[in-house]
């Protein structure tokens, strides 16, 4: 099982979801807002930190997850 990664920044995230249609809506100030349209409208805001603290990275990746209806960890697999 791939455990998430610890020191991946913002920017890094926004590429790796990418792969999962997500793309840049907007951004403000150090937020950027992605969206996609797979499997139904889902927007989500990451901070663009470097790097992204543990427990915000473990959240985006629950509702990631939820939306998708996988597991986290399957989420986790996907991506990185």
Do not use: C, W
Not at 21 to 34: A, E, F, K, M, N
Not at 47 to 67: E, V, W, Y
Request: aromatic share 4%.
């Amino acid at each position: 099982m791939k455990r998430i990664p610890r020191d991946i920044s913002g920017q890094e995230l926004v590429k790796a979801l990418s792969q999962l249609g997500y793309s840049v809506t907007r951004q403000v100030g150090s937020h950027i807002r992605l969206s996609t349209l797979e499997n139904g409208e889902h927007h989500i805001t990451i901070p663009n930190h470097n790097p992204i603290r543990i427990g915000t990275l473990s959240n985006i990746l629950n509702d990631i997850a939820i939306h998708f209806q996988f597991s986290k960890e399957e989420i986790i697999e996907k991506i990185f």
